[in-house]
């Protein structure tokens, strides 16, 4: 069964998966990836009012074949506003 790691980065700090997990096939990993992100997301809040999180999926020769990312964003003040551009 294929091996699967899981890089993560949060805006601030890299860690690299150096065990990983196996998984019958590349879209069990790609799921595995979509359901760590908001667990990452969840364990830090933004630097300022913005942060990005990303989980990069290599495969056993080390190639990225995945990448996901989620961007936290808080909003202050009046934000009865629509939301911005690409945020909807």
């Known amino acids: 069964m294929p ?3 899981f890089d993560t980065y949060d805006g601030v700090q890299f860690i690299r998966d150096d065990v ?5 096939r590349l879209e069990a990993a790609k799921a ?12 830090a809040l933004p630097n300022g009012n913005y942060r990005s999180f990303v989980v990069s999926v290599r495969d056993e ?28």
């Open 32 to 43: 595995e990836a979509q359901k760590f992100l908001p667990e990452v997301a969840s364990e």
């Open 61 to 88: 020769a080390g190639t990225v074949v995945v990448r996901m990312s989620l961007s936290l964003v808080v909003e202050e003040g009046d934000v009865d506003d629509p939301p911005a551009e690409g945020m909807a």
């Open 20 to 24: 990983g997990m196996e998984f019958p």
């Open 3 to 5: 091996r699967y790691f």
